[in-house]
């Protein structure tokens, strides 16, 4: 593991940790040796986005540009980072703050709406297939805002979102990854 | 919502009130914009964990560290109601530290009541964290269903759940059955405690009713013949804990009390009935706590399947690759339906009538195979309790084979009629979901329903004697001596060769297809392929011996205990089986869906094995040769003989609880209750279609201003 990184974590900070994240206290060790690389401390070690990326529970994720956009400060990870990441997509989570984050990961232009042209992008990246035909998008893109758009303004607003996804029964299960 | 159309055509032509937005190619900057300055915008924004960046650069927000000291004041002293602890803001960790010395900045000002509560709730709270992690640390497989949930989704990640549940089930009502009938029977029969055994009032009963001897367990047994006696429970088997007969303890002296063994045994049964009934309701009941008002189907919800489309937790990228097709498998499905169901509701009477017709014709042919199913077992059942009549004290081969003869029906009708039924449903023109439903609906009632036609055929030849009515005994004591005991060895039986039959299929079925499939280079091998990770099949399966378990555990206490080890084994054997023999299913499986459909099936089980249980515990008389209820006429009877050993004031108590004048108007009380909870439930509905009117209105005038607005601005 390197001889910087051999500071292991005070329990006062674990403490800390398992106060403020809804992370198990056991698998903080593991996140922390799983970011050191040899030479640095935990504290100042930082990853790039793409190494996030890379990592097995993210590999395969179509959202994974998305989700390491959302978590990480100026596409650096840092620890904390990692383990606020890790707080949210844990099982212990509560519902509306993965419905939260899942609304930032979603929106993909960032105008604090989930729009038509985010939901194009999701169901593209959903189905990851080029032969999809147009009106089977726009119709389905329709269904979606038929059910969740109240306000009829053609765009999903966070508390809007919130209120379709706290009805979905699959949400919470699907929305975890264990790292 | 049918006007939601108008509202998204950007180009609707010419200018009107009604039209939300104008036919103006750069149209959406603009609202956008000032939709980003609303008080509403700006609230989600002191949310978000980092800084936030509109396309073109206008509105650019970020924040500064005295803003968001400010911000965080503003969240730390307001007390939002459903969050509890700091985890669940979703800020970044320097922002939550700052709100966490914010907030124990604040408990200064709060009276020392309040503190001294806050740090209650928060060591209770840590308190609870540490429970669930030990308890999360004993979980049973759960490093292997993590695995399969990252190779295969969430889907079959459910199924395993299952069979985990049902393990943990049968497990307690094992330890149910054993703690309170087994343990003090075996402690009292081995001398360790002072008990007494049943006694037979000498003058109600004719003698001949409690003559009771097992065949086979004297003299010089083969080797083989322990076998036989192991695989149908007979012989040596037959007189241990694991069969009702065993029971014949009355009452275990323990200090001072006396242990009722009959009524312990009547009260255990009626005990993991309904504790098996509240689990399960229990764990159908979680998945739904967020859906108040359904109106729709949440299943079919479109967002629901492309939100929460994605099981984030797969990591294996074949399962990827399989998780995208699946979705668009069921995508598709789900616009094909739209169409169909346009379709049908645009059929002519003509078409309509034929339809109804040719499904009438159809559902005549399903009801015949299922008589066919229910005669074939019926005589078989018959046939076989003969030759174990006449051949008894004989153990060979051949009567092990007439044993298991039911058990063989069963299993080739529960394996034929399914082929039936998924070919009939093409013809009756449904809609595809509902195939899918109303063939696995028909494939549970053949299931479950041919346990019920062992069990009433069993029971008419218990009832029926050859000439006499029975009026001696109450049952057929010549070829019945002990029936709970020959009823508790079926069920053993049939448990058993399902067990046997799951475990050939997976090795001498699937393993060698698999290696057909994988070695051989014929088409129609390749064509054939593996065998499909088929859920409903599987569950179908599981059910069907869950139904056999609790219905057996009455005249076998200890059944639940192989229960428990054969769902065990099942466990290992279909993992081995996912992984190396099989390919996943095409058709997609949604997990929450899946859980639903477990538990309604199982819930169908259970009720049907309260039926028979309910029947012979009040009907039929109990046998006088063997078990606790020697003294009683029914099973059911120790409970009122109980009642009459309480002191007068319980038992007038009870007795009023039970009768007419208490039970009819507890029962108008209830429906009241029904009937204000519904009317509450139809105000409510209608409150939330007033609202969501008001929101459109609303949401119209606030785009209407903001072009109105908008154009001003471009005017001046």
């Not at chain 1, 992008?121 to 805002?145: A, C, F, Q, T, Y």
């Not at chain 2, 809609?431 to 029971?459: D, H, K």
């Not at chain 2, 057929?476 to 299929?505: H, T």
Request: hydrophobic share 40%; with cysteine.
């Amino acid at each position: 593991m390197g001889q910087g990184s051999s500071e292991s974590m005070k329990t006062e900070e674990l403490e800390e940790y398992q106060v403020l994240l809804c992370f198990p206290l056991s698998r903080i060790h593991d996140t922390f040796k799983n970011m050191c690389s040899p030479g640095e401390g935990y504290r100042e070690a930082k990853m790039t986005s793409e190494q996030v990326c890379s990592w097995p529970q993210l590999k395969v994720n179509p959202f994974r540009d998305r989700i390491c956009h959302v978590f990480s400060t100026d596409d650096y990870f840092t620890f904390e980072d990692i383990l606020g990441m890790a707080s949210v997509f844990s099982e212990k989570a509560c519902p509306w703050l993965k419905i939260e984050y899942a609304f930032f990961i979603y929106d993909f232009n960032e105008n604090g709406f989930i729009d038509e042209e985010d939901l194009q992008i999701i169901i593209r990246r959903l189905l990851n297939s080029d032969d999809i035909k147009e009106e089977e998008l726009i119709s389905l893109m329709n269904h979606v805002l038929d059910e969740a758009d109240l306000d009829n303004d053609g765009m999903l607003s966070l508390a809007e979102f919130e209120h379709v996804m706290t009805k979905s029964p699959d949400f919470v299960l699907s929305f975890q990854i264990h790292f | 919502m049918s006007e939601a159309g108008a509202a998204r055509e950007p180009d609707s032509g010419g200018i009107n009130d009604n039209e939300v937005f104008l036919p103006d190619t750069n149209h959406l900057p603009p609202t956008v914009t000032f939709l980003q300055e609303l008080p509403s915008y700006q609230s989600m924004l002191r949310r978000r964990p980092s800084t936030v960046r509109t396309r073109d650069g206008q509105g650019f927000v970020r924040r500064s560290p005295v803003e968001s000291r400010s911000i965080l004041e503003g969240l730390g002293v307001e007390s939002l109601d459903r969050v509890q602890s700091i985890r669940e803001y979703p800020l970044n960790m320097s922002q939550k530290r700052q709100l966490r010395d914010i907030q124990e900045a604040n408990t200064k000002y709060l009276s020392g009541w309040d503190q001294w509560k806050q740090t209650r709730s928060k060591s209770w709270r840590k308190f609870l964290d540490e429970t669930k992690e030990l308890s999360s640390y004993l979980e049973l497989w759960r490093h292997d269903i993590r695995n399969i949930e990252g190779k295969f989704g969430t889907g079959i990640q459910s199924y395993f759940s299952f069979l985990r549940f049902l393990v943990l089930l049968n497990f307690v009502i094992f330890v149910l059955m054993f703690s309170f009938i087994t343990l003090p029977s075996a402690v009292s029969k081995h001398g360790v405690l002072n008990g007494s055994y049943v006694k037979v009032p000498p003058k109600s009963i004719e003698p001949q009713c409690t003559v009771y001897t097992v065949s086979g367990t004297k003299g010089l047994i083969y080797f083989y013949n322990y076998i036989i006696d192991l695989l149908s429970g007979t012989g040596f088997l037959e007189m241990t804990s694991l069969f009702y007969g065993y029971y014949t303890i009355d009452k275990v002296q323990f200090n001072v009390i006396k242990y009722n063994v009959p009524l312990a045994y009547l009260l255990t049964t009626l005990a993991y009935l309904s504790l098996s009934l509240i689990w399960i309701v229990k764990r159908s009941v979680e998945g739904f706590k967020q859906s108040l008002i359904r109106d729709e189907d949440q299943f079919q919800s479109y967002c629901n399947k492309i939100f929460a489309g994605w099981d984030f937790c797969i990591t294996d990228i074949n399962a990827a690759r399989l998780k995208h097709s699946s979705l668009q498998y069921e995508l598709k499905t789900d616009l094909e339906e739209e169409r169909l169901r346009q379709k049908i509701a645009e059929r002519t009477t003509d078409q309509k009538l034929r339809i109804y017709c040719l499904r009438i014709f159809l559902n005549i042919i399903v009801l015949a195979v299922l008589s066919g199913c229910f005669y074939s077992l019926f005589r078989a059942t018959v046939f076989s309790q003969e030759k174990i009549s006449n051949d008894s004290g004989k153990p060979n081969v051949d009567n092990l084979l007439v044993q298991y003869l039911p058990s063989m029906v069963i299993t080739l009708a529960n394996f034929i009629a399914p082929l039936i039924f998924s070919l009939i449903i093409k013809f009756e023109d449904y809609s595809p979901a509902f195939e899918i439903r109303l063939t696995l609906m028909r494939c549970v009632f053949v299931r479950l329903a041919n346990i019920g036609v062992l069990l009433f055929s069993l029971g008419t030849r218990i009832t029926s004697c050859a000439s006499e009515k029975c009026t001696a005994c109450g049952y057929n004591y010549k070829l019945y001596p002990c029936w709970e005991s020959r009823v508790g060895q079926e069920m053993y039986k049939l448990m058993i060769f399902d067990f046997i039959i799951i475990f050939a299929i997976t090795v001498f079925v699937d393993f060698p297809r698999k290696l057909i499939v994988t070695y051989s280079s014929w088409k129609a091998f390749q064509w054939c392929g593996l065998q499909e990770f088929a859920i409903p099949d599987k569950v179908l399966e599981i059910v069907y011996g869950q139904t056999i378990c609790w219905i057996g555990t009455f005249y076998s206490p200890l059944l639940p205990a192989i229960a428990t080890i054969k769902y065990f084994v099942i466990f290992y054997i279909k993992k081995i089986s996912l992984m190396h023999t099989c390919r996943p299913s095409t058709r997609p499986f949604r997990a929450s869906s899946s859980n639903f459909f477990f538990l309604v099936v199982l819930l169908i089980g259970l009720v049907l094995a309260f039926i028979p249980l309910g029947l012979s515990m009040t009907h039929l008389r109990s046998s006088k040769a063997c078990g606790p209820f020697v003294n009683f006429n029914r099973s059911w009877d120790v409970v009122p003989y109980t009642i009459h050993t309480f002191p007068a004031a319980l038992r007038k108590v009870l007795n009023g609880i039970a009768s007419e004048a208490f039970a009819v108007p507890f029962f108008m009380v209830i429906c009241l209750v029904m009937f204000y909870f519904i009317a509450l439930a139809g105000a409510h509905k209608r409150v939330v279609d007033q609202l969501r009117e008001q929101l459109v209105m609303e949401s119209r005038d606030k785009l209407f201003l903001i072009r109105k607005l908008t154009e001003a601005q471009r005017h001046s």
